[in-house]
């Protein structure tokens, strides 16, 4: 699937919460897209990408954003509000998300 088939509470709790702290954690948010079959698939994949980042050390964040990494409580606070969007977003009903 592609980023454009997501709902548009999808979009915003994962892919638009990220552009606010950068650019560079919505592309990681973006690719894991193409792997996904529909949006409850890329909700777990997104939620589990959020979860993994939060564990990466100083090191694995260097690489992991290519040398410019975001600040750290900035990225904490921002992981932790995609998580939490990510949890209400599965608990609307598929029938009531919104689409373009």
């Known amino acids: 699937m ?4 997501l709902s548009i509470e999808t979009y915003n709790a994962v892919l638009i919460e990220s552009e606010k ?3 560079d954690l919505t592309i990681h948010f973006g690719v894991i897209a193409k792997d996904c079959k529909d949006e409850r698939v890329y909700l777990d994949k997104a939620y589990n990408l959020a979860i993994n980042i939060l564990k ?9 954003f290519w040398g410019v990494v975001p600040d750290k409580n900035k990225l904490i606070v921002t992981l932790n509000k995609i998580i939490r969007n990510i949890i209400e977003v599965k608990n609307i009903p598929p029938d009531r998300l919104t689409y373009d």
Do not use: G, K
């Open 2 to 5: 592609d980023t454009d088939d």
């Open 21 to 23: 702290l950068t650019h």
């Open 56 to 64: 990466l050390t100083d090191n694995q964040l260097q690489d992991y």
